[in-house]
């Protein structure tokens, strides 16, 4: 990652979308499905001809290796999450697909249901493209392109169906699908509050503690939060870009994302170079939800694009979970909404893993401080709170208020006498001092 540039000054990463249809709710795929395209993807080829990409290549290996360079090639062409071009893939295989982007223009119906003007942006792109280069330039920073069917492939993307990315360039030495199966999402605002960094650093810290790979955005505020969480505690982290591995984005954060590429992975879908656009935020957003066993939003407003994300995961059959916030506080809002619905209201770690985890990790049962009178059997409780807080009590009274003989409510005092709750006080008692101010009072109403 020590060659990663920042580029030209690329948009602002959005907290609110207005599109929030990110083609995710779609029929899942299988393993048998990413090897289904890699096959297609080579009798694409042998159909077409030998124009183009994998010319005079014939070997198992070499047909792999030209799908891997016909898919590098489409990264450059192709937006990520375009559920057309997906049913394309399906159908012709990615050399197929580039054989009908490169091949002569005037082809009628070379791929169905595309406009002549969307055609005609695809052959721009396609003619330009040079997958050996970005192949090479990704190789230069210490990473690789992963395609469906590779055995670091983290199949759960295929539950995307058409809208699954094309590819995946990487940096970093971990497996991705081994540590995309223990997997946790966090992401909220950019402009976080104080209260919403800590409780991020705090979520990614103790998921990591608990073995789980923590998985985010790399944005400002919770983002990096809990990136940087994930990070203190030795732990490991994703951080999944809307912009090439390449590139440093946001400029603020270049040292942490070279932090999470030498302990993590740094992902995404877009090929060395390019930088991020608004829309490509929000479509970067269902791969965190797809990669992962559930999302958790630490502060997001009622149009941000963190709500997107854990809404991707809730039509992906993932757990949706939130953190609440001050109810006065604008960025909880959309949390709030989304607890409201379909997410679990967690505060910590523990509770994360409860909801994500196998049987049997539960969060620790939650309780106040256990009080010496709350062990105190019913009718002492009660002769117990008929003392006066100040003063003395007649016996008799006391066996009156209580409703005990004289003999049981005297065998009851002296055995609050024992416990050190009461004292007596020529034939009265009254409360002794640890008792009427101590720990054993209770306050508040409690």
């Not at 090479?136 to 992963?146: D, S, Y």
Request: glycine letters at 14%; hydrophobic letters at 40%.
């Amino acid at each position: 990652m020590s060659r990663m540039s920042g580029g030209a000054a690329p948009p602002s990463e959005p907290d609110s979308a207005t599109n929030t249809n990110t083609n995710t709710d779609t029929d899942a795929a299988t393993d048998t499905d990413a090897d289904a395209d890699a096959d297609a993807g080579r009798r694409g080829t042998a159909a077409a001809g030998s124009r183009g990409l994998g010319r005079g290549r014939r070997g198992p290996r070499a047909a792999v290796e030209d799908e891997r360079t016909a898919r590098a090639a489409l990264t450059r062409v192709i937006e990520p999450g375009d559920d057309r071009v997906g049913r394309w893939l399906r159908e012709f295989g990615a050399q197929g697909l580039l054989e009908r982007l490169t091949g002569p223009p005037d082809e009628p119906d070379a791929l169905p249901g595309a406009t002549p003007r969307g055609l005609a942006g695809y052959r721009i792109r396609a003619a330009s493209a040079d997958p050996e280069r970005d192949l090479a330039a990704v190789a230069a920073v210490g990473g690789r392109f992963i395609v469906p069917g590779d055995p670091e492939w983290p199949t759960q993307l295929d539950d995307l169906g058409d809208a699954r990315p094309i590819g995946l360039w990487a940096c970093g030495r971990p497996d991705l699908r081994k540590w995309a199966l223990r997997s946790v999402a966090v992401v909220g605002a950019r402009a976080c509050t104080p209260y919403g960094a800590h409780l991020a650093a705090a979520l990614g810290s103790g998921l990591a503690e608990r073995g789980w790979v923590v998985v985010s955005g790399a944005a400002f505020g919770i983002d990096g939060a809990v990136h940087r969480g994930a990070l203190a505690a030795d732990g490991a982290t994703v951080a999944v870009l809307a912009c090439g591995v390449d590139v440093v984005y946001p400029r603020g954060h270049a040292q942490l994302i070279r932090r999470v590429a030498e302990q993590g992975l740094v992902v995404g879908e877009l090929p060395p170079g390019d930088h991020p656009t608004p829309s490509r935020f929000i479509l970067r957003n269902r791969v965190i939800a797809a990669l992962t066993r559930g999302t958790v939003v630490v502060e997001a407003e009622y149009r941000s694009g963190s709500l997107v994300t854990a809404r991707a995961a809730h039509r992906l059959g993932r757990h949706t979970m939130g953190v609440p916030g001050p109810v006065t506080s604008g960025l909880s809002a959309g949390v709030h909404e989304l607890l409201r619905g379909e997410a679990t209201l967690v505060t910590d770690a523990a509770e994360v893993v409860e909801l994500v985890g196998e049987m049997g990790d539960l969060a620790p049962e939650r309780r106040g401080p256990v009080l010496p009178r709350d062990l105190l059997d019913p009718l002492s409780a009660r002769l117990l709170e008929a003392f006066p807080a100040r003063g003395t009590a007649d016996p008799g009274g006391l066996a009156r208020a209580v409703g005990l003989t004289s003999d049981e409510t005297g065998c009851r005092l002296y055995e609050l006498h024992s416990l050190g709750f009461v004292e007596r006080v020529g034939d009265r008692w009254q409360l002794t001092r640890c008792a009427s101010q101590g720990p054993n009072v209770r306050r508040g109403g409690a």
